[in-house]
């Protein structure tokens, strides 16, 4: 059996209590959220801090309401009602799809929003038993030196695996961070970084503590597909959101398109303004595809084929658009 | 008859559902220490130095081994393998020191403190380079890294090729792929004041195993017992002893504790046996109508650092070259290689789903190059009861021509056959492919028998001991419905006892889906003897004629009237006079025999037949396959218990899938890629079809109530119709598997079928 390594549990009552935990226990210390990502890191022995700071006895952080023209998600709103809840169902669909894509029942049940913006990065040879990553040498984004993907590299390029990512960067979130320094606004387009090692703009001792997604415009649709091996529960081998924003005659105000589960950060797809104005038809989606197609380079950082991975991106592409939903009036 | 055939429920059932089943991993005994083993981390190096002085600071520690500290005695079906290894490594998994401790995690932590220092030797991880002149050697004595050849014929090829209309060639090649028992491998060794040694152990050959261990940790046979607890799962993976096992026996007798040792999943991903990985090349002929001239095949296994049973599957292999269908002529040579990957052994199929997937994808070639249905060719081809074939099989029964029919029937064949759905981004299509594998054992000993005991008590509780073995299969359930079958009582009014080998009389062990037709057999000797012996008594006693007699509900009969209830007569002939007891036994040897030097004889008395035709459906742009529907028909000669048939073709029919589609056990440098079930693609309830089971009965005449063994035989066909089934939707051949979507889209991009997206 894969063991814990031994630590203490704190749960903090305020967001204010959390920050001063972190920044007392800094340099050996993790936020805890529903802990199925950190708990099997931990038992790999990817993280051993001593102190775990538990967010489920913070109040407030749960919270899904529409007010001041915005969505507004708390970090502990779990998977599973993300993919239920009729607010996000109506207004946000691609971020429902997504959720109702990521893992399984129970991993939905306990996972959490905040956790799977945070998500670590993944890579076939870094998510391991330690014994396992002591047997073909320790790598870039633990310990060790080289990297196995790209023998050459300095760089690590594990991969972005979180699903409500490209999701909410199309639908253009904004993130709020607590400090000790007190809070700040980010865009979730600029909270990522293509650093496999980490790839969060997170200080150790910062909590994500809301979402907030600009209420979708009138004719706003949204949509999201996701490629894996079995759809009970497999992390993605590629996932793609898109967005836009239709005026009365049908013409594109805007188009969004992520990509994620590639590279070390969800890419949110650029040049696409060329679009602006015209209408989104099978030929400008398959142009969208081939752009989209062109910045995206993966490696084997998982087990399956990066060539295919990348040629199936126009597919996801387009089907994302067939299944785009228009955000319904709350 | 009112049991046989009927929907009972598994005897082991309500345990396992309620959690109330005790595994060996749940078994704690007073004083009991843990065992854990500390593994190569290299592929193929001289251990130069190992420091144990560390591990043995670890507190709670009580012994740490290695290869110096015991007598390592070679062992398994080459003997090149040892419980511990003293000067080299040859795969990921080898053992190098094992810590026995008051907890696991202290004896976890006494490994990870022990000190290992290698010097690294060239690796060999391809079957072609491991043959290679020159190449590196991973067994010093062991020539050219060959430790095994097959090679079988009959007929002549160069006249079946001269007769050929239609030619077809190929290769095909397999990949490594796991049991995934939900229970992992483990061990429980406790000696006894007087030095007699305990084994619980989860082994499917209780026998063997004792005599096997025996040698390899310096004791009689007669001094060891093996307890089989219930057990998690085994699908063939339990057939070998592992170094594990006589590890724990040697650190029992080290610590004088009892010692478990329970595998990680982790462990039990990189340090239990494979499926082969294979390379098969195969070249089969047809006359102008499509009737089989030929069959040429030639086979390169990766048998891995170390030799076990896995290394005997060209036995079961060739069968199915040289007889599944008619074919005049037929040759079979295979070269079993080492290599420093992980090494395979045996796998609920044994060699045939890889064997069955390159002559059953080859027989849909020839069709299409005869123009024929599929269907027909193989039904043009299918052997008869009676026939015997090149190989010396006999099939006393033999069904195969029904499984085709019912399989075509089930699925629709003819009509989706006819027209498959060929437009659009997602092509339908059907496939069929047919298995023959042994269907009452094999006979690779001088005894492929089994002993059983029946005895009634004075409350005419029956008691059946059985020397076979349940892995889960439902043995205990069939065997318990055979007896009360015979002795007309009620299934809850007999036990059976299988499980430990103080008690219970000789068998070989559960494999070659021998064990409801052999132990079955047993059993129904044991109890018709019973069965006289109680008649005999009541007519005697109550002066009747015995031919009138018979026993029903409980009680002696004479036609519709009550002559005695069974319970009163047993008591009767305790406390009566001379007093007897009414206890019999058995022994059953089928009727197959040991096959030549040249591989022929009837090894088996029946063989079992299945076809299974399946509709799939292939998405052009991804290459995602899936599989819509599995229609199964198969031989099974008698349903015995229908419920718990349908459980095994459900079950192997979907273990099937998993290697057609999903399933492969990544190695890479000798290394372990997905050692988890998050990496490792078991199918999940949304990919598993309906699945449409008929059974043919066939009414073997040597089978119990003319039924045959069917464990092994639902998971061997599917890979070649799902192939099979692919080419029908795509126009594409896969000869690789698993189909996995990547490879299918890759295929189909190659072949033209459609256009790389970008391009
Ligand atoms: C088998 C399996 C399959 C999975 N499949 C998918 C999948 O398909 N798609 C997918 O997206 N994910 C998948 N996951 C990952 C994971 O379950 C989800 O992403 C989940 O939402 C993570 O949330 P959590 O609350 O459990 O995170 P935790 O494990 O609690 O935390 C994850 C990380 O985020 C940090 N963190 C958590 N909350 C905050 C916060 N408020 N502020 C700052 N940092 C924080 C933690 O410190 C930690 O580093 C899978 C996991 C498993 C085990
Ligand atoms: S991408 Fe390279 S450095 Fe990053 S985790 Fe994988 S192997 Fe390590």
């Given at each position: ?35 199925t ?83 670590d ?57 607590a ?8 865009a ?80 949110l ?22 752009i ?17 991975r ?21 | ?52 002085s560390k ?5 709670g ?19 090149d ?13 080898d ?16 490994c ?9 030797l ?23 890294n060959?430790p ?24 095909f ?62 699908f ?6 592992y ?14 504790r ?35 001239t ?50 395979s ?21 020839l ?48 009509a ?50 059985t ?16 007896v ?10 007999v ?77 009767t ?72 048939l ?18 492969e ?61 692919v ?33």
């Amino acid at each position: 059996m894969l063991t814990l390594p031994p630590f203490t549990y704190h749960a903090p009552a305020t967001v204010s209590e959390a920050v001063a935990l972190l920044a007392e226990h800094r340099g050996d210390v993790k936020l805890l959220a529903g802990g199925t990502d950190l708990l099997p890191n931990m038992k790999h022995r990817l993280f051993t801090p001593a102190h775990l700071v538990g967010l489920r006895s913070v109040r407030g952080l749960a919270e899904i309401a529409e007010k001041d023209g915005a969505v507004r998600l708390g970090p502990m709103v779990s998977i599973a009602r993300l993919a239920r809840d009729p607010l996000v169902e109506q207004r946000l669909p691609s971020l429902q799809a997504a959720a109702q894509a990521i893992a399984g029942p129970q991993l939905r049940q306990m996972g959490t929003l905040g956790g799977n913006l945070c998500l670590d990065t993944r890579c076939v040879f870094y998510n391991q038993t330690a014994f396992w990553r002591l047997a073909l040498g320790y790598c870039l984004k633990k310990d060790g030196t080289v990297c196995h993907v790209v023998k050459a590299g300095k760089r690590c390029v594990a991969a972005a695996s979180n699903d409500t990512a490209p999701a909410l960067l199309t639908l253009g979130a904004r993130i709020r961070v607590a400090g000790p320094l007190g809070t700040r606004d980010v865009a979730l387009a600029d909270f990522y970084f293509a650093d496999g090692v980490r790839n969060l703009g997170l200080q150790e001792d910062e909590v994500l503590t809301g979402i907030e997604v600009p209420s979708p415009e009138a004719g706003q649709r949204s949509g999201f597909q996701k490629l894996r091996v079995r759809e009970a529960v497999d992390y993605p081998s590629l996932s793609v959101a898109v967005s836009s924003a239709l005026d009365a005659g049908g013409n594109a105000r805007w188009v969004r398109v992520a990509v994620s589960a590639l590279g070390a950060r969800p890419h949110l797809v650029g040049s696409l303004e060329s679009l602006t104005g015209s209408k989104l038809t099978s030929a400008a989606v398959a142009e969208i595809g081939r752009i989209a197609h062109r910045q995206c380079h993966p490696l084997t950082n998982i087990n399956i084929d990066p060539a295919w991975r990348r040629d199936l991106i126009p597919v996801l592409v387009k089907r994302a658009f067939e299944t785009c939903r228009l955000a319904r009036a709350s | 008859m009112t049991l046989i055939g009927a929907r009972i429920p598994k005897l082991d059932g309500p345990g396992k559902a309620t959690g109330e089943t005790r595994y060996l991993s749940d078994l704690e005994v007073p004083g009991m220490l843990h065992g854990v083993i500390r593994r190569s981390d290299r592929v193929h190096a001289r251990i130069v130095s190992v420091d144990v002085s560390k591990a043995l600071e670890v507190s709670g520690v009580h012994a740490v081994l290695t290869a110096r500290d015991i007598v390592n005695v070679p062992f398994g079906h080459g003997k090149d393998n040892t419980p511990l290894k003293g000067d080299r490594v040859r795969c990921i998994r080898d053992e190098i020191a094992a810590v026995a401790a008051e907890t696991e995690s202290a004896a976890a932590e006494a490994c990870r403190a022990i000190r290992v220092e290698y010097e690294d030797l060239p690796p060999v991880f391809t079957v072609e380079d491991a043959l290679k002149p020159g190449a590196p050697e991973i067994h010093a004595g062991r020539a050219g890294n060959l430790p095994f050849t097959y090679d079988y014929a009959h007929g002549d090829v160069a006249q079946g090729e001269a007769d050929s209309a239609h030619v077809v060639e190929g290769e095909f090649v397999l990949q490594f792929m796991t049991h995934c028992c939900m229970g992992t491998s483990a061990i429980l060794a406790a000696f006894d004041s007087e030095g007699r040694l305990t084994l619980t152990s989860l082994t499917q050959v209780p026998f063997l195993y004792r005599r096997d261990m025996a040698a390899i940790v310096g004791m009689s046979p007669e001094d060891i017992r093996v307890i089989q607890p219930p057990i998690g799962g085994a699908f063939g993976s339990k057939l070998d002893i592992y170094p594990f096992e006589p590890i724990a026996v040697h650190l029992a007798r080290a610590t004088r504790r009892p010692v478990r040792i329970v595998f990680s999943r982790h462990e039990e991903f990189v340090s239990s046996p494979t499926r082969q990985p294979m390379r098969v090349r195969l070249r089969s002929g047809c006359d102008g109508k499509g009737r089989l001239t030929f069959r040429d095949a030639q086979l390169w296994l990766d048998n891995g650092g170390y030799t076990s049973w896995g290394a005997t599957t060209p036995f079961v292999m060739m069968q199915t070259f040289s007889s599944l269908y008619r074919v005049p002529h037929a040759r079979f040579h295979t070269k079993v290689a080492y290599t420093n990957n992980p090494y395979s052994g045996s796998f609920r199929g044994y060699g045939n789903l890889q064997a069955t997937f390159a002559v059953e994808s080859q027989l849909d070639l020839l069709a299409e190059k005869v123009g024929v249905d599929p269907l027909e060719l193989r039904l043009m081809n299918s052997q008869e009861t009676g026939e015997k074939t090149g190989q010396g099989l006999e099939f006393v029964s033999c069904g195969l021509r029904d499984c085709l029919e019912s399989a075509a029937e089930m699925s629709g064949w003819r009509a989706k056959r006819a027209s498959p759905a060929l437009k659009g981004n997602v092509r339908r299509g059907v496939g069929m492919a047919s298995m023959l594998h042994v269907g009452g054992g094999a006979k690779i000993y001088r005894s492929d028998g089994c002993g059983s005991v029946v005895s009634i008590d004075d409350f005419g509780k029956v008691t059946l001991v059985t020397g076979s073995t349940d892995i889960g299969q439902g043995s205990e359930t069939v065997l318990a419905q055979m007896v009360a079958e015979v002795l007309g009582v009620a299934m809850d009014r007999v036990k059976v006892i299988n499980s430990d080998t103080d008690v219970k009389p000789w068998d070989v062990g559960v494999h070659a889906s021998r064990t409801s037709y052999v132990a079955g057999n047993s059993a129904l000797l044991a109890a018709n003897e019973a069965k006289a012996k109680l008649l005999t008594a009541a007519a005697d006693l109550y002066e009747l004629p015995k031919g009138e007699l018979s026993l029903s509900g409980g009680f002696i009969m004479r036609g519709a009237e009550k002559v005695d209830a069974l319970d009163k007569l047993v008591r009767t002939l305790h406390f009566t006079g001379k007093g007897e007891l009414l206890v019999t036994h058995s022994y059953f040897e089928p009727a197959s025999v040991k096959q030549d030097a040249g591989f022929f004889g009837n090894v088996s008395p029946t063989y079992a037949f299945g076809t299974h035709a399946v509709e799939v459906e292939v998405e052009l742009d991804t290459g995602q396959v899936r599989v819509l529907a599995v229609s199964a028909a198969h031989d099974v000669g008698k349903v015995l218990n229908a419920m718990s048939l349908e459980g095994q073709i459900e079950g192997g029919v979907v273990m099937g899938l998993g290697y057609s589609l999903t399933e492969e056990l990544k190695i890479r440098e000798g290394k372990v890629l997905n050692p988890s079930f998050r990496d490792y693609h078991l199918l999940t309830a949304p990919e598993v079809p309906p699945i449409h089971f008929k059974a043919i009965e066939t009414e073997d005449p040597s089978g119990p109530f003319g039924a045959k063994g069917v464990g092994e035989a639902p998971a061997i066909c599917v890979a070649a119709a799902v192939a099979n089934a692919v080419h029908h939707a795509t126009g594409v051949r896969f000869t690789e598997l698993p189909l996995t979507p990547e490879r299918v889209l890759n295929g189909l991009i190659a072949a033209g079928v459609v256009r790389d997206p970008l391009a």
